[in-house]
């Protein structure tokens, strides 16, 4: 018939038996919660009930009992359908009949999935990281390339004086902040940045690249009781914490290892941004404060200043 040809490999008249068995099948074990839920009724003594209740229970258990087997031999004369194997002849896996012992082709499915949400993500990756801009160079922040400054050494270890040079022309370039270097532990750089009276930052440098830099409100103590600066110890508050963050962030952004001092001076000249931390607005949303804390981003090219969820 016809529907053989549709179906091959199953009986559909035990299948349609299958049918009408589960069907008995849940009357039975809904009769069973039925003689639970009435319980010992429409007896004159307890013993009566007791009898009459055991023997209903009795009952609708071997309904239950009998009707399952009826339902457990149709299953096996309904026989299998063809199965489609979606991946080539890797889905003669499922047939296996030691599939306990040797999961392949449950594995194999689930690396398959996994391959295909790889892909997708990594199209979706690919395509943020081509918006951006993946040219990091100081010259972003104004530098002309006419004015570009002449050759410095390119070497890592350069002469102390060259540092203190650097740091003191930085230093007349912003009468807002003041620089203060010391070299507790030899050559390398030590740098007490004060902006204002808003916030203090320690800059720690190996030679005149920096490698850390901690930022603290401006009445938090920045030393330690031997009176050197703490450069492990964190600020109490949370938005300087933030700001620390974010420092981080940017010493990543601000990379030319051909020109040192460009870089720190263009680290320095986004530091100086903070002037107005607590009185400058978000650029997205126009609010001062969102969860407590004032904008504490600023945009490496514009310096304008955003919340830290609404600069994405």
Not at 2 to 11: I, K, M, R, T
Not at 73 to 84: D, I, M, Y
Not at 192 to 217: A, E, H, N, P, Y
Not at 232 to 258: E, G, I, M, R
């Amino acid at each position: 018939m016809a529907d053989g040809a549709l179906s091959p490999g199953v009986n559909l008249e035990a299948f349609s038996q299958a049918i009408a068995a589960i069907q008995a099948l849940r009357s039975s074990v809904t009769r069973v919660f039925d003689c639970l839920k009435d319980g010992m009724r429409n007896r004159e003594t307890l013993e009566g009930r007791e009898k009459g209740f055991m023997a209903a229970f009795q009952e609708s258990l071997h309904s239950v009992s009998r009707d399952l087997g009826e339902l457990e031999r149709l299953s096996n004369l309904v026989g299998k359908p063809s199965e489609n194997h979606p991946l080539h002849n890797s889905g003669l896996l499922s047939l296996d009949p030691v599939q306990d012992k040797t999961p392949l082709y449950s594995q194999l499915l689930q690396a398959y999935k996994w391959s295909n949400k790889l892909q997708y993500h990594a199209g979706l990756a690919s395509g943020l990281l081509n918006q951006q801009s993946l040219k990091r160079s100081a010259n972003q922040m104004g530098v002309s390339a006419k004015r570009r400054p002449k050759a410095q050494p390119t070497t890592l270890v350069l002469p102390p004086q060259y540092v203190d040079d650097v740091i003191n022309r930085i230093d007349r370039m912003f009468p807002e902040m003041s620089i203060q270097l010391s070299r507790p532990n030899g050559t390398s750089a030590m740098l007490l940045v004060t902006l204002g009276k808003v916030l203090k930052v320690i800059v720690v440098m190996r030679s005149l690249f920096i490698d850390r830099t901690i930022v603290k409100g401006y009445n938090e103590n920045v030393y330690t009781e031997d009176g050197k600066l703490d450069i492990w110890s964190k600020s109490n508050y949370q938005v300087f914490q933030k700001v620390t963050d974010h420092a981080t962030t940017a010493l990543l952004h601000y990379q030319l290892p051909q020109m040192p001092d460009v870089v720190v001076r263009s680290f320095m000249t986004w530091l100086r941004s903070y002037i107005k931390l607590f009185q400058a607005p978000c650029q997205r949303c126009g609010k001062f404060l969102q969860d407590g804390l004032p904008p504490t981003w600023r945009d490496f090219r514009t310096l304008e200043a955003f919340h830290d969820t609404c600069r994405q």
